[in-house]
C-alpha cells in the first residue's frame, strides 16, 4: 500500500465514523449502529477532518504514475470542494426535499430493512440514536436561523412532510419484528421506535414554530451559490448562460424525436395522445407491487445476460442486481453493493400502493439507467476494482453525481444505439420518459436560481424571468406525464439543490463529447468496448477531470 493509499483508507475510516448515514449510501461497512451528528460540532468535526486530510495530501508523495495522479487529483477536488461548502455555510443548513438530514436518517433505517435478514440489533441502534441526531440538526437549524441563513420555506414544508410520514415505518418496523420474532428485542425496539418518532414530532414542531416564521420566501438561490452547488454536483464550473441556451436546444431536438417516434405508432396522432394511448394500453400495465417488482427484475436480469461478453464484461457479483420496492415512498434510485459485498447493488424504485397498476413502456430505459449498463455495472465495477482504485475511488460514487447520473441518461442512449428499445414504444419511453425531463431540468435549474429570462422564439412566456410558478407551468408542459403533485416536487426539489438537477444531461453531454474525442483520435482504431473499459476503470471524479483523462493523447 502506498503512501497515498494508506492516507485514503484512513479518510475513509474517519468520514464513515463522523458520517455514518453518507456511510451508509456509499456502502462503506461497520458503522451499521450509528448515526450521524447533525449539530455545529459534528459539521466542524467533518469539516475539520476535510481540512487535517488536505495539509496531509500536499505533504504525501507520489510514485509518478498516472493511478496515483488521478487518485490525489480526485480526492483533492473533493477535499475542497468541502471545505468550499463549508466555509460558505452550506454544509450546516441544507434542509432540501430529497437528501437532507431528515432523509438521510430514515434512508439510514430504510437500509438495514431486509426482511428476514434484517440484522435487528443494528435497527435497535440507529432507532436508539434516532433522538440525539434529531437534537443536534435542530441545534443546527437554530444556529443557522440566528444567523440569517435559513433554507427557503417550501424547503421547510416538504421535511414537514417526512416528519409527518416516517414515524409510521419507524414504529411498524418494530411491530413488524414482534410479529414475526417476538424474541428479547420486541420491547427494546418497539420502545425506540416510539421515541425515534417523538423526535420526528419534536422536530416538527420546531420547524413549523421556530423555523418556517424565518424562512426566506425567495427560492432563487443566485450565481455565487449555483456555482458552488454545480462544483459539488458536477466537479466543473459550466458556463451557466450557454448551458442555459444549450438546455433549450437539446430539448427542442428531443421534443422533435418525440414526434418522429410517435408518428410511428399512431400516424398523425400528436405526442400527447399517442402517450395516454400507451398509458391505457393493457399490453404496457402489470398489476401489483411484486408484479412489478418482478417485471423489472426479469429486464435487469435479461440486460447483464445480453451484454456480459459482447459489450462490457461484468464480473460475477455484478450478475445480480436486487430490485426491490421500499417501504415508504423514497422515488427510483440506486445503491451499489457493500463494499464487503454484504449489500448486493440495489435497485429501489416507489409504487403508489401494492395493488397498484403500473405502466411499463418507459421502464425499459429506466432500467438500463439504474441496472446494467447503467449505474449497477458503473458502480458495481468500481466497488471491486482494488486494482486501480484506492478506498476512496471505489466508495465516493455518490460524491460524483455528474459522472454517474451522466453515465446513467448515456446509458440509456448507448442501449438506444446498440438497437435495444425494440419497439417504438420503448424508444419514445427513453425520450419521453428521461431525456426530456432531463433536459427540461437544465432550463428550469439554471433559470429559476439565476432568475434568467426567457429567451424569444421559444413559445413560453417569452421575456419574462423564471419564478417557480413559471416552472410548475413549464414542467407540466416539458416534463412528460407528470401529476400536479409531481411536478411541484420537482420544482422543490430543484430549488432545494442547485446544481444537481443538471447533473444529468451535462454529465451525459461529457460522456458523449469525450466518446467522439476519442473516436476521432483514435481513428479505424476505436474500440467501443476498450473505451468503456478504460472509462470504468478510472473510477468516478468530476467532470473536467474525466473529460481531461477520456481524451489526452494515446
Request: hydrophobic letters at 40%; one cysteine or more; charged letters at 25%.
Amino acid at each position: 500500500m502506498s503512501s497515498l493509499d494508506a492516507l485514503a483508507d484512513r479518510y475513509v475510516d474517519e468520514m464513515a465514523a463522523l458520517d455514518p448515514c453518507l456511510a451508509a449510501m456509499m456502502g462503506i461497512a461497520g458503522q451499521d449502529d450509528r448515526l450521524t451528528d447533525y449539530s455545529p460540532d459534528g459539521e466542524a468535526a467533518r469539516t475539520d477532518l476535510a481540512r487535517r486530510t488536505l495539509a496531509a495530501l500536499d505533504k504525501t508523495p507520489l510514485d509518478g504514475t498516472d493511478r496515483e495522479r488521478v487518485a490525489a487529483g480526485v480526492l483533492r477536488d473533493r477535499l475542497e470542494t468541502d471545505i468550499a461548502l463549508a466555509d460558505a455555510g452550506v454544509r450546516d443548513t441544507t434542509l432540501d426535499t430529497t437528501d437532507g438530514p431528515v432523509q438521510r436518517l430514515r434512508q439510514a433505517v430504510e437500509l438495514l430493512d431486509h426482511g428476514p435478514a434484517t440484522h435487528w440489533d443494528a435497527v435497535l441502534a440507529r432507532l436508539t440514536a434516532f433522538p440525539r441526531a434529531l437534537a443536534g440538526l435542530t441545534t443546527s437549524l437554530t444556529a443557522a436561523r440566528d444567523r440569517g441563513q435559513l433554507p427557503a420555506r417550501r424547503q421547510i414544508e416538504r421535511n414537514l412532510e417526512v416528519c409527518r410520514t416516517a414515524p409510521a415505518y419507524l414504529t411498524g418496523l418494530a411491530d413488524r419484528y414482534a410479529r414475526h420474532h417476538g424474541g428479547p428485542l420486541t420491547e427494546p425496539l418497539q420502545h425506540a421506535a416510539r421515541a425515534a418518532a417523538a423526535a420526528l414530532h419534536d422536530l416538527a414542531r420546531h420547524l413549523q414554530t421556530e423555523t418556517a416564521p424565518h424562512t426566506p420566501t425567495r427560492d432563487a438561490l443566485g450565481r455565487d451559490r449555483y456555482t458552488l452547488g454545480a462544483r459539488d454536483n458536477l466537479g466543473t464550473t459550466p458556463d451557466l448562460e450557454e448551458t442555459y441556451a444549450w438546455g433549450w436546444t437539446e430539448l427542442a431536438r428531443i421534443e422533435t424525436a418525440m414526434a418522429d417516434e410517435a408518428a410511428r405508432i399512431r400516424p398523425g396522432a400528436p405526442v400527447a395522445e399517442v402517450i395516454a394511448a400507451l398509458d391505457t394500453d393493457p399490453a404496457h400495465r402489470v398489476t401489483g407491487a411484486e408484479a412489478f417488482r418482478r417485471h423489472l427484475q426479469d429486464l435487469a436480469d435479461q440486460a447483464i445476460d445480453d451484454l456480459d461478453g459482447t459489450h462490457f464484461t461484468i464480473p460475477e457479483p455484478l450478475r445480480t442486481i436486487d430490485c426491490r420496492i421500499p417501504p415508504v415512498p423514497s422515488g427510483i434510485y440506486y445503491l451499489a453493493p457493500a463494499e464487503d459485498l454484504s449489500r448486493p447493488g440495489t435497485v429501489w424504485w416507489t409504487v403508489p400502493a401494492p395493488d397498484a397498476e403500473m405502466i411499463t413502456w418507459t421502464v425499459p430505459a429506466t432500467m438500463y439507467h439504474e441496472g446494467v449498463p447503467g449505474h449497477h455495472l458503473q458502480l458495481g465495477a468500481t466497488t471491486l476494482n482494488t486494482t486501480t482504485l484506492n478506498r476512496f475511488q471505489r466508495t465516493s460514487s455518490e460524491l460524483h453525481p455528474g459522472h454517474c447520473e451522466g453515465w446513467g441518461l448515456y446509458a440509456e442512449r448507448l442501449m438506444d444505439e446498440l438497437g435495444y428499445y425494440r419497439t417504438p414504444a420503448h424508444r419514445l419511453g427513453m425520450l419521453a420518459g428521461g431525456q426530456q425531463l432531463r433536459a427540461a431540468r437544465v432550463v428550469l435549474d439554471i433559470g429559476m436560481h439565476l432568475e434568467l429570462p426567457i429567451p424569444p422564439g421559444t413559445g413560453f412566456h417569452e421575456g419574462e424571468r423564471w419564478t417557480p410558478d413559471l416552472g410548475r407551468e413549464f414542467l407540466t408542459l416539458h416534463g412528460g406525464a407528470m401529476t400536479l403533485a409531481e411536478v411541484a416536487y420537482e420544482i422543490d426539489r430543484y430549488l432545494g439543490r442547485p446544481g444537481q438537477a443538471i447533473a444529468y444531461k451535462l454529465g451525459e453531454r461529457i460522456w458523449l463529447d469525450a466518446r467522439d474525442t476519442a473516436r476521432r483520435r483514435d481513428g479505424a482504431a476505436f474500440d467501443l468496448k476498450a473505451f468503456h473499459q478504460h472509462a470504468l476503470d478510472l473510477g468516478p471524479m468530476g467532470l473536467d477531470r474525466l473529460r481531461a483523462e477520456l481524451t489526452q493523447p494515446a
